[in-house]
């Protein structure tokens, strides 16, 4: 799993935001409503998801400062399932001052994903990012996408490899070894 990044911002693309929902198999991923904010805040408060992004943050802190629709902004889908939010994907633009990159003049597309530790080891997440990766292949034709995740974290690399992640590097950053890779739309 990997944090999500701050936002692309305006002017990142041609693509209009927030998409139609867009269905899976098994899930859904749509733009957040107020009705996800629990969901946000257990996710953030979750020891085992913190694990993962540098840390849980109290839930205290996470009741008070969250706004009542979080998560609503460009690039960030909601993952539901049966009706309820699961987790998040993210499609950011990766931040130019941070290592790895696979253009000249940086700011690719980087893919974030978070899911509630009760989802994990279903393949909500291989599902949810295959079918954002595959969105962003037709809003943003040709355009690469890039992941970062911990080498340590060996469900993230596994989940890597099997959306096509392709290694470009490895580098040091947050106190540990990252693995960095791209993804070119087929």
Not at 56 to 74: C, F, I, S
């Amino acid at each position: 799993m990997t944090a999500p990044a701050p936002g692309p911002g305006p002017g990142s693309g041609p693509a209009a935001w927030p998409p139609a929902p867009i269905r899976t198999e098994r899930l859904v991923l749509r733009e957040s409503e107020a009705r996800d904010r629990p969901a946000f805040v257990e996710l953030f408060a979750s020891p085992e998801v913190g694990a993962h992004t540098g840390g849980a943050r109290p839930r205290e802190e996470l009741d008070r400062a969250m706004p009542e629709v979080p998560g609503r902004r460009t690039g960030l889908f909601v993952v539901e399932l049966d009706g309820a939010m699961t987790g998040m994907v993210t499609l950011d633009r990766r931040d130019p001052g941070r290592p790895g990159h696979v253009r000249p003049e940086a700011g690719e597309a980087e893919l974030g994903y978070l899911f509630l530790p009760e989802a994990w080891g279903r393949g909500y997440a291989a599902e949810a990012c295959a079918a954002a990766l595959d969105w962003f292949a037709g809003a943003h034709p040709g355009e690469p996408v890039v992941l970062c995740t911990r080498t340590a974290n060996e469900r993230a690399m596994r989940l890597a490899a099997k959306l096509g992640f392709t290694e470009v590097e490895r580098f040091e950053e947050y106190g540990a070894e990252q693995w960095f890779g791209v993804w070119s739309p087929a």
